[in-house]
Nanobody, 122 residues
């Protein structure tokens, strides 16, 4: 099994910053995509940002130029630096990892973190 443990959420004022972290552990041969989804109240789940093992990055249009995703492959950890936070960024943020569990199979499995609340409010 694979576990994803998130940290770094909280309450911040508009214009402030937060840094989310997510560490993967367990039966991991390699990790392809790591990233962050979010779900705001009354809205559909949204992909915020993703980063592949070789560093290709994708952002949602709503967070471009404000959020930065990065990863430490040696520690199976992904980060999300969130700057210029807005009230509309308020959501539960979920980490994901597409994990290749076995060396003899290229199949990957998507694992989810438990979610961390980010609230942007004055």
């Amino acid at each position: 099994q694979v576990q994803l443990v998130e940290s770094g959420g909280g309450l911040v004022q508009p214009g402030g910053s937060l840094r989310l972290s997510c560490a993967a552990s367990g039966s991991i041969f390699s990790i392809n995509l790591m990233g962050w989804f979010r779900r705001a109240p009354g809205k559909q789940r949204e992909l915020v940002a993703g980063i592949t093992g070789d560093g290709n990055i994708n952002y949602s249009d709503s967070v471009k130029c404000r959020f930065t995703i990065s990863r430490d492959n040696a520690k199976n950890t992904v980060f999300l630096q969130m700057n210029g936070l807005k009230p509309e960024d308020t959501a539960v943020y979920y980490c994901i990892a597409d994990v290749q569990v076995f060396s003899y199979s290229t199949a990957t499995y998507r694992y989810w973190g438990q979610g961390t609340q980010v609230t942007v409010s004055s």
